[in-house]
């Protein structure tokens, strides 16, 4: 169950702002369809999730633990660090389709989320935990907290929403995680 709720809390703090995020408020406006874009956004989570987690387990089962715990407390910090800069997403990049919104939303997102920071932060979790399917679940749940509030809310609330504020508090979590796995202090805190 920890893994299931620090995965949420971790991914619904680095996905505000991101591109994945400005992308649902895209397709938001554009198609004003939420009900397809809500579940083309899970479908592709899982999916990328999934395989983002399974590559985590892997990680942890094929690498030594002293090399996993640097790669771990260096790659939040990378991802803290990456949090900071802010995504931008081309509306450009969002063609119609005659497949419809659904699948539109499942290519586009599940391509959008390939080597994202929310990715990354998925591979991470999983290598430090090992129950797969709480990482996936949790970080599944985390993108929908932060993207679907986008999609009802379209281009009417992003003009004022801190995203700057959120990625400050998202890239101190990062770090913060970082340095208790660098420090050895994991096993006290997960």
């Known amino acids: 169950m920890e893994a299931f709720l620090v995965s949420a809390l971790a991914i619904t703090i680095g996905e505000i702002g991101d591109k994945t995020q400005l992308l649902a408020l895209l397709l938001a406006a554009r198609y004003k369809k ?3 874009i809500i579940l083309g956004i899970l479908v592709a989570t899982l999916a990328n999730h999934a395989l983002a987690a399974w590559l985590g387990q892997w990680v942890a089962s094929n690498v030594s633990p002293d090399i996993l715990k640097w790669a771990l407390g260096l790659s939040f910090l990378a991802i803290a660090a990456w949090t900071l800069k802010p995504d931008e997403m081309e509306e450009s990049t969002l063609s ?3 497949y419809g919104v659904f699948l539109l939303t499942c290519v586009t997102f599940f391509l959008a989320e390939i080597g994202d920071k929310t990715q990354l932060a998925t591979v991470a979790l999983a290598a430090k935990y090992s129950s797969l399917v709480w990482v996936v679940a949790g970080s599944t749940l985390g993108m929908l907290i932060a993207d679907v509030p986008a999609v009802f809310l379209g281009k009417i609330a992003a003009p004022n929403f ?10 101190t979590i990062f770090a913060i995680l970082g340095i208790v796995v660098l420090l050895g202090l994991g096993n006290r805190f997960f």
Not at 162 to 171: E, M, N, S, T
């Open 96 to 98: 119609e389709s005659r």
């Open 162 to 171: 801190p995203f700057k504020l959120v990625r400050w508090i998202a890239a």
């Open 34 to 36: 939420p009900l397809p």
